[in-house]
């Protein structure tokens, strides 16, 4: 019998070390080690025979004679899925989806591996197969393709998959997965990595998809050594309130894209329901006219959007006012605050002022700012905006009015829903002014107070 190692490991970045110390070589971080027992076996993970049509590369090739074969992306049938991912699940690829617990992971994993027209491995470690089926008989009860298994260990797993061939893999999750290489309890750091390694040489070796759900630690990171997300393709995060329906899925890392795009879903008691225009829960209906209110035209990734931004601006009653934002840069709104007090001469430093987006989103656009400035000194004011009035600008340390990129679509999407104006900057130059829409241009921010104010 061999000899029982142990080692210690990092809980923050997966470092090892061969004894305990109170602080980690290489994150610096205190009380992070953690032994565990390290033992391997003689046992393959996978068999790599399995995949006799692989192509091998033997010899280091020059780069001009790599041959280089476009893969088809598997489309998931979910419009909202395929554009954070870059247009579809790339074949061999390895997906991480991590979210806070209730919010939806296994649900929209579940629907969409329902509704693919490929034969799909659903693995859960979680729950049991009656409690799938009574999940899934709410969404979707006919599909032939999705296969469900209730295991936890990978030999098991690579083994039913030898049988199934399944065109993808979704792991639902990884934190309950163990190996035999690997002697320690599932969940630990050594059993994250070494199961992920061996998803990760499948997947490569069968040009297999897979995809992961992990869990999230309390700072709202994915659970697990750091290592994790670098070793997996694409990092998707799950975003919302469970008090509220609608869900936000972002792309924190992708090999194959952008991590720019935003997908919204709405929960409901079928499942998720994907949200194509997004401008419906984030501009309120409210019919009257309230102070404190602007609409800006801003871009997640290729999609524009239209926001609506919340302002209060009172008196400060503790003598030290008061800056609160909710979904927008704080330091960026004290520059905005203090520019509307140096260049346009309002006087805010004695008031306290919030700030809102509303939907429960937060956008680091700066073409933001012209709208966030019309909020705020329409609430000073206590004068409403035109509901039928938008923004797209950025405001400069001089108080200029700044011109922002592909303004062309922020105005045909401002169009589209109606707004009768729009306010960008003198500086944009149009190629072709054929919009219906009414565009007025400001070059600093007095131009902005007389065209809203008078």
């Not at 110390?21 to 391997?40: A, D, F, H, P």
Request: charged fraction near 25%; charge should be neutral; proline fraction near 4%.
């Amino acid at each position: 019998m061999a000899k029982i190692k142990t080692l210690y490991y990092c809980q923050n970045c997966g470092a090892q070390h061969s004894k305990w110390q109170g602080q980690c070589n290489s994150c610096r971080e205190w009380n992070t080690l953690v032994e565990e027992v390290i033992q391997k076996s003689d046992n393959k993970p996978w068999n790599s025979e399995a995949a006799p049509n692989l192509k091998r590369t033997t010899k280091p090739l020059r780069i001009s004679e790599i041959e280089v074969s476009k893969e088809e992306r598997l489309k998931t049938n979910n419009h909202e899925l395929d554009r954070v991912l870059g247009g579809g699940i790339v074949p061999g690829s390895l997906t991480l989806l991590g979210g806070e617990p209730g919010i939806g992971k296994s649900t929209l994993l579940l629907q969409i591996s329902l509704n693919l027209n490929y034969r799909t491995l659903y693995v859960s470690g979680e729950e049991s197969q009656q409690q799938i089926k009574m999940r899934a008989q709410r969404i979707n009860p006919d599909s032939d393709k999705c296969f469900i298994l209730t295991e936890t260990k990978t030999q098991n797993i690579f083994q039913q998959i030898e049988k199934l061939e399944p065109e993808i893999v979704i792991i639902d999750s990884i934190q309950t997965l163990q190996t035999d290489y690997i002697e320690s309890g599932p969940g630990s750091i050594s059993q994250i990595r070494e199961c992920t390694a061996e998803l990760i040489k499948f997947a490569k070796e069968t040009a297999t998809p897979v995809i992961l759900i992990g869990h999230i630690t309390k700072e709202g990171s994915i659970a697990g050594p750091k290592v994790l997300e670098h070793m997996v393709d694409t990092v998707l995060q799950f975003e919302g309130d469970r008090n509220h329906v609608y869900r936000i899925l972002r792309a924190h890392k992708n090999r194959f894209g952008s991590t720019n795009e935003l997908g919204i879903y709405e929960m409901q008691g079928n499942g998720l329901r994907e949200v194509s225009n997004p401008s419906e829960i984030l501009i309120s209906k409210n019919d009257e006219d309230l102070s404190g209110t602007a609409i800006a035209a801003t871009l997640e990734g290729m999609r524009p959007l239209m926001i609506e931004i919340q302002a209060l601006v009172s008196s400060a009653v503790y003598g030290t006012p008061q800056r609160s934002t909710t979904g927008y840069n704080a330091k960026r709104l004290n520059m905005l605050l203090a520019v509307l007090e140096k260049r346009a001469g309002f006087k805010l430093g004695a008031k306290d002022v919030f700030l809102n987006i509303t939907g429960g989103i937060s956008v680091d656009d700066p073409a933001l700012d012209l709208a966030v400035v019309a909020a705020i000194l329409s609430s000073n004011e206590d004068i409403a905006i035109p509901k039928d009035i938008s923004f797209a600008a950025e405001i400069g340390l001089a108080g200029e009015v700044r011109p922002v990129t592909r303004v062309e679509q922020r105005i045909l999407e401002a169009e589209k829903l109606g707004f009768s104006s729009i306010v960008v900057s003198a500086q944009n130059k149009f190629p072709k002014n054929n919009f219906e829409i009414k565009i007025q241009k400001v070059s600093k921010i007095e131009d902005v107070v007389s065209y809203l104010f008078g």
